[in-house]
């Protein structure tokens, strides 16, 4: 406790980011560092799963250390320790929830595992303090893509998924095609302000009719397709309008299914949660659509999209107050179901 208030450290250790946050009462951010990987990997074309667990172990004391002086907070006053304990790559979990579990037995704090999913979705707790369950959820991260109905803070019923690539991975995938790098989410969204959507017409894939399923994984190779006929007819590809294209096919049919998800469902509240909602065309198209059906739209700023440890800190204090702590066998998991 410090001054009376309610504090939980959160630990990300789950891809590229060691993440390590100071809440207070759940939903105040009183420090939140992330150390980002993505110069280490940027030479590889993407996450490289044992260096990312190496720089996690070489970091998280000194974030761990830098999360508490900026929160001016010592560990004696921490009430409660969240961890990511899945999904993720394994061996950056567990660098993670073990961090989280010596520090707990070290200092007699309780601790809780959190679904980074989870933790995706409470990062919008952080940013608008009147939020709180039920509302529509759309994630949209690196490997996941899913529309759920979020029924309490512990709680979420999954409508639609992808069934092959998530929108994140077709964006880093598209984005190594066109000769953008990574990481390629940000790159292609900068790319495609510059231009024309409309320059390639891609094929929009909406799977059975009232389906709230996706399939990615056909654009890219569409894309890829496009790409060796321009260079076979000897003719330039214009990166910035195939960026556009290709972000706007994606998007067309997700923002699409989720209006159908909040008409079936009857929402009036959506939150995006997820390293691709903070890309600008999204946040640009979910505002109209949303706006149109008088849809109250929760949008995190883009640096509560992408992993961080304040998102997890919000989705322990909630699961600890529903369900109590987890004891000290808490275990790691690349794959967790929501
Ligand atoms: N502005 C943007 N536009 C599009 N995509 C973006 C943008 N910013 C980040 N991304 C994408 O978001 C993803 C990273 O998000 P996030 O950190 O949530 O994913 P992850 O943690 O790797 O995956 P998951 O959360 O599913 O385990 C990457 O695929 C990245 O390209
Ligand atoms: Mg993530």
């Known amino acids: 406790m410090k001054d009376g208030k ?23 951010i009183l420090s939140d560092i992330i150390s980002s990987q993505i110069a280490v990997h940027t030479k590889f074309g993407g996450v490289v799963p044992e260096i990312a667990s190496r720089h996690h172990l070489q970091n998280i004391n000194g974030v761990l250390d830098q999360a508490l002086s900026e929160a001016g907070i010592s560990l004696a006053e921490v009430d409660l320790i969240g961890v990511t304990n899945g999904p993720g790559l394994i061996g950056a979990v567990v660098i ?21 999913m989870h933790g995706h979705v409470s990062a919008s707790y952080l940013q608008y303090p009147e939020l709180e369950p039920p509302f529509l959820a759309l994630i949209v991260s690196g490997g996941h893509t899913n529309i759920v109905e979020v029924t309490d803070y512990n709680r979420c ?36 302000k510059d231009g024309d959507p409309e320059a390639v017409r891609f094929k929009r894939v909406y ?21 060796n006929r321009e260079r076979m007819a000897g003719r330039e590809v214009n990166v910035a309008d195939l960026s556009a294209s290709f972000q706007q096919a994606m998007l067309d049919v997700l923002v699409d299914k989720t209006m159908l998800a909040a008409e079936q469902t009857r929402a009036d509240r959506l939150v995006t949660a997820g390293g691709v909602a903070a890309n600008s065309r ?12 008088g849809i109250r739209l929760y949008m995190p700023e883009p640096v509560l999209c992408t992993d961080n440890g304040a998102m997890i800190a919000a989705a322990a204090y909630y699961k600890y107050r529903m369900q109590g702590p987890d004891d000290l066998s808490l275990d790691a998991y690349a794959n967790l179901p929501l």
């Open 6 to 28: 309610f504090i939980t450290l959160g630990i990300e250790t789950s891809c590229d980011e060691t993440s390590i946050a100071v809440t207070a009462e759940g939903r105040e």
């Open 96 to 116: 993670g929830v073990a961090t989280a579990k010596a520090l707990s037995l070290a200092a007699g704090i309780p601790l809780v595992g959190v679904n980074h």
């Open 282 to 293: 999204l946040r640009q198209m979910l505002a109209e659509a949303c706006g149109a059906r």
């Open 207 to 227: 799977l059975e009719n009232g389906s709230l399923d996706f399939s990615f994984s056909g654009l890219k190779t569409q894309v890829l397709n496009y790409i």
């Open 157 to 192: 019923r999954v409508l639609g998924g992808t069934r092959d690539d998530a929108v994140g991975e077709a964006y880093d995938k598209v984005a190594r095609v066109v000769g953008l790098g990574y990481p390629g989410g940000p790159k292609v969204d900068r790319a495609a």
